[in-house]
């Protein structure tokens, strides 16, 4: 499958310059760029499926530069509905250094189940597997072109580029200025400049022609293009890709509006993580209706192989076929092969109606609190409960004790108690707790 193909099969295609999508796979350049800005010390889902789009490029031997926006994050993308507030210089650095260790992460181990093992790769990629791309990933920082640019030259020549009528003309401008806007800051009004002039640098210092996004950016990316043909008669082009919607709630996928699921398994300081737990489930429970969707665009699955998936799936949808693949797939890009391997089988056995929890060992147990959240023993029940997010509040747990929802190890409890031995505290369905 061309990469012109397999864009479109994924599902990786919204606004482009490009008219031909079969223009990509004879391009002379075979460089491209992605940004993120260090808005949180994680990126979330949303943020990996723009990565997986730029997976399929370095897959049919694009070399990727990856930027994390050191400068633009100090400003804030502008939302469509208000000011962000400015983070503190010290957060902005210290989600840099984590934004930047799981770019590098995710990309790496993407092309570790792309193009590791051949049992693997072949399995997941078909032929394009033995191809095999050049594995160079170069991470850029915009702070490190602008830290030192003084302001009149910027004006000179990225600001007197750009008339006012061209800017006031986007839309998320319109939508804050216009009636009933909560009017925006010069700060905010000037970020499209300052992408913009991340592309014309990338274009200048390494040759890069083209840009790929998020659809929610492609005005912004669209201004490195006209600084490129302004100011060095040279042509560019922006790829997009559509933002993931979640069927269920129909907000975007990986946004902190009490739906996000993050990349990272531990706290980096700011309480944005998943749990692998919580993360491999995640998948695991995605409805029937989107399930095909999210195998093209968050897995390494060719289509032979999601054809197949798909097939098996729809002979026994009670089965879940479909969303196992699809766990076990974003997991091992995520948290690795090894990671995918233990929490699936994890799941079987926490999941099974065959499971005995009272013939788990300490030792087996004790494995468990590697994936699940544990409390300490000493703690009262109600108090763990709460603590850990099995419960809202401890008038809650008691409720749930009373109710007989509550089980440590296989047996329902019925009291509040003191937690004293390593056990599996397991509520209602899928909530779980490991005393240690």
């Not at 606004?15 to 002379?28: A, C, G, H, K």
């Not at 200048?204 to 990316?221: F, K, P, T, V």
């Not at 729809?314 to 969303?323: M, V």
């Amino acid at each position: 499958m061309k990469l012109s193909e397999e864009l479109i099969y994924r599902g990786f295609k919204a606004e482009t310059t490009i008219e031909n999508p079969e223009d990509l796979d004879n391009r002379v350049s075979k460089k491209f760029y992605w940004g993120a800005d260090p808005s949180a010390d994680s990126l979330t889902i949303g943020n990996l499926a723009a990565l997986m789009m730029c997976a399929c490029f370095v897959r049919h031997g694009y070399q990727p530069y990856l930027l994390v926006g050191g400068a633009t994050g100090q400003i804030g993308d502008p939302k469509e509905n208000g000011e962000r507030e400015l983070k503190p210089l010290d957060e902005v650095e210290h989600n840099k250094k984590c934004i930047k260790e799981q770019i590098e992460r995710i990309m790496l181990g993407a092309g570790d189940v792309a193009w590791g093992t051949p049992s693997r790769a072949s399995a997941r990629m078909g032929e394009d597997a033995a191809a095999g791309p050049a594995r160079e990933i170069t991470v850029v920082d915009n702070l490190d072109w602008f830290k030192d640019m003084k302001y009149l030259d910027f004006l000179r020549e990225v600001g007197k580029a750009f008339s006012m009528t061209q800017l006031l003309d986007r839309q998320f401008v319109q939508n804050r200025i216009g009636e009933g806007g909560s009017g925006i800051s010069y700060a905010e009004f000037s970020y499209t400049l300052i992408q913009g002039y991340d592309f014309l640098h990338l274009f200048r210092e390494h040759g890069i022609d083209l840009q790929l996004c998020g659809a929610d950016q492609y005005g912004n990316c669209t201004s490195g293009i006209h600084l490129i043909k302004r100011l060095e008669d040279a042509k560019a082009d922006v790829w997009s890709t559509p933002l993931i919607i979640d069927p269920v709630s129909g907000k975007k996928f990986g946004k902190s509006e009490g739906n996000a699921v993050w990349l990272v398994a531990e706290d980096n300081g700011e309480g944005n993580y998943t749990s692998i737990f919580d993360f491999y489930q995640f998948w695991l429970n995605q409805p029937d209706e989107a399930v095909e969707n999210l195998l093209k665009i968050y897995t390494f699955y060719d289509k032979e192989a999601i054809d197949s998936i798909m097939a098996q799936h729809s002979e026994a949808p009670e089965k879940r076929i479909a969303q196992k693949a699809l766990a076990h797939g974003v997991t091992e890009i995520v948290h690795g092969h090894e990671n995918a391997e233990a929490i699936e089988n994890l799941t079987e056995m926490l999941f099974s109606r065959d499971t005995n929890f009272a013939e788990f060992s300490e030792d087996e147990i004790m494995e468990f609190a590697k994936f699940l959240p544990t409390t300490k023993k000493g703690s009262m029940l109600v108090d763990a409960l709460s603590e850990n997010g099995l419960a809202e509040s401890k008038k809650k747990a008691r409720e749930y004790i009373s109710q007989g929802a509550i089980t440590i190890n296989g047996v329902k409890v019925k009291d509040d108690i003191e937690l004293k031995q390593v056990a599996i505290i397991k509520k209602g369905k899928n909530k779980f707790l490991v005393v240690k």
